[in-house]
């Protein structure tokens, strides 16, 4: 099949190099920074490339949109096209912002941080997928397959209940993890020595749910080190702020545990 890319981040590269390397044609590259434009159709053996306008006038089996959440509708509106599966690979976007963009149209959104860097090479790339029509169903699964072996149907509404863990799970411990790393500095001890018990909860949790292996004072109901940790944070309000916060939150958890949430969508 061919394809174009409109965008040169993390997750153009890696969706294009698969593709190329599945020996599907790259038709095109488009984005407003000409050099990063240029390289990334050279890596895609590509010799056609371009501003976003330029991407309306090339038909291809697939378009893949792959730019920043607040720029899918911006850019949608630039584009026009009649035989072209249009894909947005957002997962906080609605498919229908895309809809007058192209008659068929779907989602392709990777559970997964993507560094171009240091791209992933397994296929256990968690894929949520959404479309308008049995002709883009059948297109934008058949690129998918090309780079993950895990693809579940998601419709929007549960598409940004899944970011919002994304963000909460990814994101947002990786911010704990500066915290941990910034207080380890400020008083002279190794961040290292925190690794294997950063190791042991995330391995746990492939056997066990998470409020199951939730540990802490705040589970023992250590009113004292609770009170102490937060008077230790007193020159960093955030972060006291944010202790306390997570604090009560595992308490309530605690208190009134979460049943594990049904599975939703189907495999493809």
């Given at each position: 099949m061919t394809f174009?890319?409109?965008?040169?981040?993390?997750?153009?590269?890696?969706?294009?190099?698969?593709?190329?390397?599945?020996?599907?044609?790259?038709?095109?590259?488009f984005g407003r920074n000409k050099d990063a434009v240029q390289n990334l159709a050279s890596a895609l053996l590509c010799n056609v490339h371009g501003d976003i306008k330029a991407a309306k006038e090339i038909e291809a089996d697939v378009c893949f949109l792959v730019v920043s959440d607040n720029a899918v509708s911006a850019v949608?509106?630039?584009?026009l096209y009649k035989k072209t599966v249009l894909v947005h690979t957002s997962g906080a976007v609605p498919l229908d912002t895309i809809s007058k963009a192209a008659t068929d149209t779907a989602v392709l959104w990777p559970v997964y941080s993507i560094s171009r860097n240091?791209?992933?090479?397994?296929?256990?790339?968690?894929?949520?997928?959404?479309?308008?029509?049995?002709?883009?169903?059948?297109?934008?699964?058949?690129?998918?397959?090309i780079?993950?072996?895990?693809?579940?149907?998601?419709?929007?509404?549960?598409?940004k209940w899944l970011h919002l863990s994304a963000?909460?799970?990814?994101?947002?411990?990786?911010?704990?993890?500066?915290?941990?790393?910034?207080?380890?500095?400020?008083?002279?001890?190794?961040f290292s020595?925190?690794?294997?018990?950063?190791d042991q909860t995330f391995s746990r949790l492939k056997q066990s749910t998470p409020s199951s292996v939730q540990t802490g004072?705040?589970?023992?109901?250590?009113t004292a080190t609770i009170s102490d940790q937060t008077k230790l944070l007193e020159q960093h309000p955030h972060w006291q702020k944010l202790y306390t916060a997570i604090t009560e939150s595992i308490q309530v958890t605690?208190?009134?545990p979460i049943s594990p949430a049904p599975q939703n969508g189907k495999e493809a």
């Amino acid at each position: 099949m061919t394809f174009t890319i409109i965008g040169t981040g993390n997750m153009a590269w890696f969706i294009g190099n698969k593709l190329v390397a599945a020996r599907h044609l790259c038709k095109g590259v488009f984005g407003r920074n000409k050099d990063a434009v240029q390289n990334l159709a050279s890596a895609l053996l590509c010799n056609v490339h371009g501003d976003i306008k330029a991407a309306k006038e090339i038909e291809a089996d697939v378009c893949f949109l792959v730019v920043s959440d607040n720029a899918v509708s911006a850019v949608a509106e630039q584009l026009l096209y009649k035989k072209t599966v249009l894909v947005h690979t957002s997962g906080a976007v609605p498919l229908d912002t895309i809809s007058k963009a192209a008659t068929d149209t779907a989602v392709l959104w990777p559970v997964y941080s993507i560094s171009r860097n240091n791209p992933p090479t397994h296929r256990n790339i968690p894929t949520a997928w959404e479309v308008s029509s049995p002709k883009a169903e059948k297109y934008a699964l058949a690129m998918a397959h090309i780079f993950t072996d895990v693809l579940f149907e998601a419709k929007y509404e549960q598409r940004k209940w899944l970011h919002l863990s994304a963000v909460i799970s990814n994101n947002f411990t990786n911010h704990l993890m500066v915290i941990c790393r910034q207080i380890c500095a400020e008083n002279k001890l190794p961040f290292s020595a925190l690794e294997p018990i950063i190791d042991q909860t995330f391995s746990r949790l492939k056997q066990s749910t998470p409020s199951s292996v939730q540990t802490g004072p705040a589970v023992r109901g250590d009113t004292a080190t609770i009170s102490d940790q937060t008077k230790l944070l007193e020159q960093h309000p955030h972060w006291q702020k944010l202790y306390t916060a997570i604090t009560e939150s595992i308490q309530v958890t605690s208190a009134h545990p979460i049943s594990p949430a049904p599975q939703n969508g189907k495999e493809a």
